[in-house]
């Protein structure tokens, strides 16, 4: 299996917005990205589909990896964050597998 790197700074993502405009720049979310879990939820839920939606895209058979540089710094800052980040992660799996798409989001954390 084949997949794709997604590179995070943990020190951008001080709150919510900071947390959102990390992700909509580094996966080139559209402007009309609602900014929210589940406007995240939605968008990471579909990157195997060519829709236009983001201007990162995987191949249905693809993994995506969010690799999270200053995991531990990011944890201790922002707790209620990260662990929605993890949540909200592995929503989109779960909901891939119920519609019969394989999971294909993973996390990885660096110190």
């Not at 900014?35 to 589909?49: E, F, K, S």
């Not at 999270?68 to 710094?73: F, N, P, Y």
Request: negative net charge; proline residues 3%.
């Amino acid at each position: 299996m084949t997949g794709k790197i997604v590179r995070i700074d943990g020190d951008r993502l001080t709150d919510e917005s900071a947390f959102h405009d990390a992700f909509a720049e580094a996966l080139g979310f559209p402007d009309w990205y609602g900014r929210n879990w589940d406007a995240w939820i939605d968008l990471m839920t579909h990157l195997d589909v060519d829709s236009g939606s983001a201007e990162f895209c995987v191949q249905p058979s693809e993994t995506v990896t969010i690799l999270l540089d200053k995991a531990a710094a990011f944890r201790d800052r922002a707790p209620k964050l990260y662990n929605a980040l993890i949540e909200c992660a592995a929503f989109v799996n779960w909901r891939r597998l119920e519609t019969g798409d394989t999971a294909y989001l993973c996390l990885a954390f660096r110190s």
